[in-house]
């Protein structure tokens, strides 16, 4: 196991509302990363936390908003839920450098209707 | 622009076969780091290897390989004398040196029958 945890596992919600998920990082990571799954497909990368501030961002609208806390945890928020945003979604905590290495986390399953 | 290729979408063999998944990325950077993932049902993305560009001797950790060819830009992942536990998807990835954006591919479904 990484160290890497998220909560919740599982989640349903419905078009229009709003979602939080979180994230622990692994002792020692200052970095967090998060990912969008959907079905059958890659993580897609979403934006990176590094000491508080975001540290780089994909290519996900601003609805697609996160925070990271002094001890390194990290939430993502999704506003104005759609469908399309049914997916796993992946936090993966790392050391920060530039060569580092992500670990992940088992991921939350959000399911919009 | 960086992108990822692993052009089979599943593979199915029987307990004990050798079995390689192929990865093949495409990038303008001279500095890059490339990954292999493992995630088996239970969805967690578990980490296999990271690769840097500069270095491309070839490794083996126990069953596992990995085949590193910068000339045809590909990084392939053979499992030796494959198991039932090794059924899973299995993902390559690639990132920028001192870039967050890690770039995965779509994915192997590897299938071990007994």
């Known amino acids: 196991e990484t160290g890497v945890t998220q909560s919740p596992t599982h989640l349903i919600k419905t078009r229009g509302q709003q979602v939080t998920l979180r994230c622990s990082s692994q002792?020692?990571?200052?970095?967090v990363s998060w990912y969008q799954q959907a079905l059958g497909q890659g993580p897609q990368f979403i934006f990176q936390?590094?000491?508080?501030?975001?540290?780089g961002r994909g290519n996900f609208p601003p609805r697609f908003s996160g925070l990271q806390f002094p001890n390194y945890s990290s939430e993502l928020n999704v506003n104005a839920l759609e469908l399309d945003d049914s997916a796993l979604y992946l936090c993966?905590?790392?050391?920060?450098?530039?060569?580092?290495?992500?670990?992940f986390g088992p991921g939350t399953r959000l399911t919009v209707l | 622009a960086q992108k990822v290729t692993q052009a089979q979408t599943e593979i199915s063999v029987v307990e004990k076969e050798d079995v390689t998944l192929d990865c093949v990325y495409e990038t303008r950077d001279t500095t890059y780091y490339l990954f292999w993932y493992k995630q088996p049902p239970s969805g967690e993305l578990v980490f296999l290897i990271r690769?840097?560009?500069?270095?491309?001797q070839n490794e083996i950790s126990g069953r596992y390989s990995w085949n590193f060819q910068k000339s045809t830009s590909s990084f392939n992942f053979t499992i030796t004398a494959s198991q039932v536990v090794d059924s899973a998807v299995y993902f390559c990835a690639q990132r920028r040196y001192n870039n967050n954006d890690m770039r995965f591919g779509a994915g192997t479904r590897l299938t071990v029958k007994p």
């Open positions: 993966a905590s790392s050391s920060g450098g530039p060569a580092d290495t992500q670990y």
């Open positions: 936390y590094y000491r508080e501030e975001e540290n």
């Open positions: 690769r840097n560009s500069f270095d491309e």
């Open positions: 002792s020692g990571h200052n970095t």
